[in-house]
């Protein structure tokens, strides 16, 4: 027999290969050929089957039977051979097979309970085990892994097992983490029970509620998040509430219940604490004799547990305030300061103080100091006291100036006392002497006798005493030609110093400036001009160029030839610069009135009649006054030689443009002679420094550059001699015209044009105020040119350069067109550029462009009340809320306003309207109590209009107004009154 011994699993099921045998058999055939089978009479015959032809032996558990290690833990099989020989023959021996079962972990531990549960205070030790009663058993094999038991904690579903924990083996659960009743009252957890089977262990689990149970393991704590300090004032009266102290404690019950106590720091007893933490008042106090008038006291909340648990300490800080009771009492009743001038601006009149026995803001450092009645002369420093002048003094106006001063304290209600100021004021000389005209324009004729009055000039000052005695003097301009004399105490005349001075033909006006002082200290000046417009007079000879004039011609020169031409100059203007000529009577020669030319008007014979002459001409003014002048003209008479060279035409013109230029040429003289072989030459007769002639050829050329405004006409006489001996000779005129060119500028009687407008002003009503003419001065522009009018050069055409503007072309008077840029509060004044321009053009053979000369316009705005005032909201305060017990005459609120214009037009005056029970400064806008109020018996609001209006002269004034709005605050002022 042979033997084997395999294991089985006890939870295999049929099929389970187990062990293969193996027969061999030494015939052939059939006879060779094994099956093998299982003998009956093995105990695990029913429980196992082997292949005939493979031999492997397998499981196969009988119906509804399985392996258990639990119930039955081996089998026993015998296995035989038989081949299939015939007969059959069976081995000689048997294999028998010894199967273990090997036990599995199929039994699942099972917990004794389903759930555990136990109650613990909350203060319980850590690591006490606390009884649960957890135990667990395991059908598998007792001593096998799958019966050997492990415990373990488990959150579980919405469950914390973190403050626990379980002896692996035991299953006695204990604290690891302290429990808080207040935290939590109530643990869920899991505890799991596991086997060590394998190859998976198997576990069991059941849920553990823990119940926590308060203890009294919290001290009170008093809430300290706000500081427990107090204010009460000195008039508080027993009983009265202080504050609440409050405190926590999260214990329940009894644990969680607290009363308060004061430990220390109520030295006086003066206060009293209740159990739930109200502090009040138990006895009274005074400010000014208690010796503490500030507590810190110590207080502390205990609970109610067993043993009781106490806060830690908290301070109440409790401070006694003063009572507003003692007015400020100012150093002075009566303030003198000592007399100041008039123009002492931001100068410090003295310093006030005060005394005031309560303290804080109730006391001096609550005082504010203010002025009323200063009429905007006078300010305070509302803190320091110190009263200062802001201008507007006058001694002029008022030589003394009262007004009060008022200290007030901070306390409520507020007290107060004032005091009279008294301010001398002395004269400065703050006032210049003013002409009554700063531009004075006279007319006067040149060459005036010494002494002729030119002006009388006036002016005022409005200062007193020296201040106002002014002298005159001559400052600038034309002061050799003026003397000034002053005639009175403020008038003075400026009279002529010299004639020569006023020549109308060098310069047409004379200009002087006249400067009046004051004898101030500090002298002020002020000056105006003095402008003579010259008219001219004919005061101006007129002259021959030359004298004697000399000339020589043939004793058989033509009846009517030209023998010369005299010319004459006259510095007077042109209209009294036309010239008359004529001669002394002469039965030989006669003289052209205009060209100045000498004719001949009879024949020559040197056998019976003289072979000279002495001509006396003269020249005059024309129309003739009685200006004259006298040359002589010597002619000498040459013998005739035959025939004289005769001039063809006789006489000539030419034209020339002024300023040409040497060289220029103007015409051509031609002379012939019936001699045979006579050669003609030319000459001037007497020289020229303007014009030249050509011997030759007779071309006629200019020497110098001439100008028409000096002489427009220029007359000559040129010879043609044969070279005869004697040379007979004849002679031609020649005039030549000079022609105008535009070389002479414009000229305007000043540099600058003044006037004096009243501002247009943005107000649409008042659109259009300024506009019309302008009166300037010393005119309106005029201009002359010395260029011919006739081409046009002479004629003057006025623009200007401000759009607002505009300029008649011809006549230069100024208009306003446009008043919008004449507004005082946007600029001073307006300035302009009035150009007069010629009628040059720039076209055609000359260069004749145009010439022009300007002069400034400055044009003074005067103010015209335009703009209203207006209420300045930063600076104004329209609402407040005041006391029922407030003081009469306190200042409630205070508006302010400005207005954009100048001088009286915003000086500004401020009234009240709707309520009598108000009043407003009209200079400083302060807002004032006039009546006693009373919350309970009138008004608890009072709404009231204040208006500011200008002082404008004009009619209507300009006005704003804002709605302001005061409100009465309950005092308690009355006590309570049984029924």
Not at 416 to 438: K, L, S
Not at 519 to 547: C, H, M, W, Y
Request: with cysteine.
């Amino acid at each position: 027999t042979t033997s084997f011994a395999f294991t089985v699993a006890e939870n295999s099921g049929a099929g389970q290969l187990v062990a293969t045998v193996l027969a061999e058999d030494d015939d052939a055939g059939d006879n060779a050929k094994v099956r093998y089978s299982i003998l009956a009479l093995s105990n695990g015959a029913d429980w196992f089957v082997v292949d005939p032809v493979s031999g492997e032996v397998r499981s196969s558990p009988p119906a509804g039977q399985d392996f258990d290690y639990e119930t039955r833990k081996s089998f026993v099989v015998v296995v035989v051979a038989d081949d299939l020989g015939s007969p059959s023959a069976r081995s000689t021996n048997e294999v028998t097979i010894t199967v273990t079962v090997t036990d599995v972990n199929d039994q699942a531990p099972v917990l004794g309970q389903p759930a555990y549960a136990t109650t613990l205070p909350e203060d319980f030790n850590l690591f006490v085990p606390f009884g649960l009663g957890i135990s667990a058993t395991d059908g598998d094999a007792q001593g096998t892994p799958a019966a050997t038991l492990e415990y373990s904690l488990a959150d579980g579903p919405g469950g914390n097992a973190s403050l626990f924990q379980i002896q692996p083996t035991t299953g006695s659960v204990s604290l690891k983490a302290a429990l808080d009743f207040e935290t939590k009252t109530s643990h869920r957890f899991l505890v799991v029970v596991t086997d060590k089977g394998a190859p998976v262990a198997l576990s069991d689990s059941a849920s553990v509620t823990v119940t926590v149970t308060d203890a009294n393991d919290h001290n009170p704590v008093i809430d300290t998040t706000t500081p427990y300090v107090f204010s009460i004032p000195e008039d508080t009266v027993p009983g009265s509430f202080v504050g609440t102290l409050t405190a926590s404690d999260v214990d329940q019950g009894d644990n969680g219940l607290f009363e308060f106590a004061v430990v220390s720091g109520d030295v006086d007893n003066k206060f009293q604490l209740s159990a739930a933490g109200t502090l009040v008042t138990r006895l009274n106090f005074d400010y000014e004799t208690d010796a503490a008038l500030s507590y810190a006291i110590t207080v502390q909340a205990t609970d109610l547990g067993s043993p009781a648990l106490s806060s830690a300490f908290a301070i109440v800080a409790i401070t006694v305030t003063d009572v507003n009771d003692n007015p400020p009492v100012l150093n002075q009743a009566n303030y003198t300061p000592t007399a100041i001038a008039e123009n002492a601006n931001n100068q410090v009149l003295f310093t006030a103080s005060v005394s005031d026995r309560d303290t804080g803001l109730n006391g001096v450092a609550g005082v504010r100091y203010a002025v009323t009645g200063a009429d905007g002369k006078f300010s305070v420093n509302s803190l320091t006291g110190e009263v200062r002048v802001i201008g507007g003094l006058d001694f002029e106006a008022k030589t003394t100036l009262e007004f009060l001063l008022i200290a007030t304290d901070g306390g409520n209600p507020q007290l107060r006392d004032e005091a009279t100021v008294t301010v001398t004021v002395t004269d400065v000389n703050d006032n210049g002497p003013v002409f009554a005209e700063t531009l004075v324009t006279t007319t006067l004729a040149e060459h005036p006798p010494v002494g002729s009055l030119v002006a009388t000039l006036t002016v005022t000052d409005a200062d007193s005493g020296i201040n106002q005695n002014v002298t005159f003097s001559l400052l600038s301009g034309a002061t050799d030609a003026f003397d000034i004399t002053q005639t009175g105490p403020h008038t003075a005349e400026v009279t002529t110093k010299t004639r020569a001075a006023f020549d109308f033909d060098t310069e047409p006006s004379v200009e002087v400036v006249v400067q009046v002082s004051d004898s101030g200290l500090s002298p002020n000046t002020a000056n105006a001009r003095v402008l003579v417009l010259l008219t001219d007079i004919n005061d101006k000879v007129p002259e021959f160029r030359q004298d004697p004039f000399e000339a020589t011609i043939n004793e058989d020169l033509p009846v009517g030839s030209t023998v010369v031409v005299v010319t004459a100059t006259d510095e007077d203007s042109s209209q009294h610069a036309q010239l008359l000529y004529s001669m002394l009577p002469s039965a030989k020669f006669e003289i052209d009135s205009t060209t100045g030319a000498i004719t001949t008007k009879s024949t020559f014979d040197l056998l019976s009649e003289p072979d000279s002459y002495s001509l006396t001409v003269i020249v005059s003014d024309k129309p003739f006054d009685g200006n004259q002048d006298f040359a002589t003209v010597a002619v000498s008479i040459t013998e005739a030689n035959g025939n004289n060279p005769v001039f063809d035409p006789t006489s000539y013109a030419a034209d020339v443009f002024e300023n040409a230029g040497a060289g220029e040429f103007l015409t051509t003289v031609t002379a012939s002679e019936q001699d045979a072989g006579a050669t003609i030459t030319y000459s001037i007769l007497g020289g020229s420094t303007e014009f030249a002639v050509d011997p030759v050829s007779g071309n006629v050329t200019t020497l110098a550059s001439l100008d028409r405004e000096t002489q427009a006409r220029h007359a000559f006489i040129v010879q043609a001699s044969d070279g005869d001996d004697p040379p007979r000779v004849s002679t031609a005129p020649v005039v030549v015209t000079v022609l105008d060119r535009n070389d002479r500028a414009p000229v305007m009687p000043v540099a600058t044009f003044t006037a004096t407008v009243s501002e247009c002003g943005s107000v649409p009503s008042l659109a259009g105020a300024c506009l019309g003419a302008l009166t300037l001065f010393p005119s309106n522009p005029t201009a002359t040119d010395a260029d011919l009018p006739a081409n046009g050069f002479g004629q003057v055409t006025f623009s200007i350069d401000n759009p607002a503007l505009t300029v008649d072309p011809s006549s230069g008077v100024v208009t306003v067109v446009d008043g919008s840029g004449f507004d005082l509060e946007t600029v001073a004044s307006i300035s302009a550029t009035i150009t007069a321009t010629d009628g040059g053009t720039c076209s055609g053979p000359a260069l004749n462009c145009p010439l022009s000369v300007t002069a400034t316009l400055e044009i003074a705005l005067t103010d015209l009340n335009d703009n209203a005032p207006a209420f300045d909201a930063a600076a104004t305060t329209t609402s407040a809320a005041v006391p029922e017990d407030i003081s009469i005459n306190t200042q409630v609120l205070q508006v302010s306003a400005t207005d954009d214009d100048r001088g009286v037009n915003a000086a500004l005056r401020y009234s009240l309207t709707g309520s009598s029970a108000f009043g407003v400064d009209p200079l400083s806008g302060v807002v004032f109590t006039r009546q006693a109020l009373d919350f309970e018996g009138s008004a608890q609001q009072h709404s009231f209009d204040i208006q500011v209006t200008d002082l404008s002269d004009d009619s209507p004034r300009l006005t704003d107004s804002v709605s302001i709005t005061v409100n009465v605050t309950d005092v308690n002022d009355h006590a309570p009154v049984f029924g």
